[in-house]
């Protein structure tokens, strides 16, 4: 549809609402996009070479709190449909699975979930750990 105006018609669009509406969503995209990445809280163990996670989407992290409850992602998953879970989200779709234990978890959970993970049928598995800060010397 053409607007008349003083001598002819105009055929353009004028996109600069257009181009301000899209500035704002991104904006708003931009601003919201890292408080949805939030996960679980631990408090992780600490060693002096530690690697970053990929952020790509081919991995799953597993984590496990304080009190013993696990976590898929940002979903619970109880000890006993784990292997399920491992198997039909990581397993079959070949994805990268990372294991984000609490300090503070006794060893034998830990193994249990380790154990859980193997027979799911997944051989390669990452531990998720921070950085140790280094203390200066006075």
Known sequence: MAIKTGGGFLNEINVTPFVDVMLVLLIIFMVTAPLMTQGV????????????LPKDSDHLVLSVKQDGTLFLDEYQVGMD???????????????QLFLRADK???????VQVMGEIKSAGI????????????????
Do not use: F, M, W
């Open 41 to 52: 809280e631990v408090d992780l163990p600490t060693t002096k070479t530690v690697k970053n």
């Open 81 to 95: 449909e784990l292997e399920d879970h491992l198997k039909r989200l990581v397993a079959s779709q070949k994805k």
């Open 104 to 110: 503070e978890v006794p060893y034998g959970t830990v």
């Open 123 to 138: 051989d390669r598995l990452g531990i998720v750990a921070e950085q140790k800060r280094e203390e200066k010397k006075k």
